[in-house]
């Protein structure tokens, strides 16, 4: 039996990244980008957990299927903990990663306290909205220039010093071993068959109906892309 979870992002560079971390286990992803115009959801959490959940839930509720999301970002200690939960739109709310990176690069000018750290909130959600949580961190520090061209994100300013690199300079595997988003899943992964039960039999208990599509402004969501 294969199981379908939907991955709550249409941004490619976490579908490509979790699809990776993914590829073990007897699951097959689909991520927002398999349909139709979605109904958004508002990420108006005070936290990553908040955020996570938000969006697992709502896009479980939508699709009728399972639903795993993360919400996840920069803290900065020098920055009270910027920019947080605010970490994709840092710069704007359109904003590109070189823009957010540029921006925190200035913020942090002359700044000794360098330490900084990426956060994960893992949710997993069910369509009648019961889920589970995983959290990662993972420690480095804020270097005063970009170095790499790989990752994504704020990866080419925060050097991880196990590595003796920024994140934008290794590859994602090496990447995924010690990334606050490959931690998070490194918990999941050790209860995966615990959570695959789990999963089953909330979905069995809940028996969802199909979506009814009138509650959305838009009917034709649920038909999956033609590729």
């Not at 039996?1 to 990244?17: F, P, Q, W």
């Not at 540029?102 to 994960?120: I, P, S, T, V, Y």
């Not at 909330?202 to 599509?213: A, M, V, W």
Request: glycine share 8%; aromatic share 10%.
């Amino acid at each position: 039996m294969i199981d379908i979870i939907v991955l709550a992002t249409g941004n490619k560079n976490k579908v490509e990244e979790f699809k990776q971390l993914f590829k073990d286990f007897p699951v097959e992803i689909k991520c927002l980008n398999d349909y139709r115009k979605l109904p958004p959801v508002i990420e108006d959490g005070a936290t990553f957990e908040e955020n996570a959940y938000k969006k697992a839930s709502h896009y479980a509720r939508v699709l009728g299927l399972p639903c795993l999301a993360d919400d996840s970002g920069l803290v900065v200690e020098a920055l009270d903990g910027r920019p947080g939960v605010y970490s994709a739109r840092y710069s704007g709310e359109d904003a590109r990663d070189w823009d957010n990176c540029e921006k925190l690069l200035r913020e942090m000018a002359g700044k000794d306290n360098r330490k900084a750290r990426f956060e994960c909130v893992l949710s997993l959600a069910t369509p009648g909205g019961p889920a589970l949580t995983w959290e990662g961190r993972c420690e480095g520090e804020i270097i005063t220039e970009r170095h790499g061209d790989a990752g994504f994100g704020y990866d080419p300013v925060f050097y991880y010093a196990p590595l003796g690199k920024t994140f934008a300079e290794v590859s994602m595997a090496e990447k995924n071993k010690v990334s606050h988003r490959g931690r998070a899943l490194a918990e999941m992964a050790a209860e995966f068959d615990k959570v695959l039960s789990w999963l089953r039999q909330r979905l069995q208990e809940e028996k969802p109906p199909k979506p009814d599509h009138k509650q959305f402004e838009h009917n034709d969501w649920s038909e999956e892309r033609m590729v």
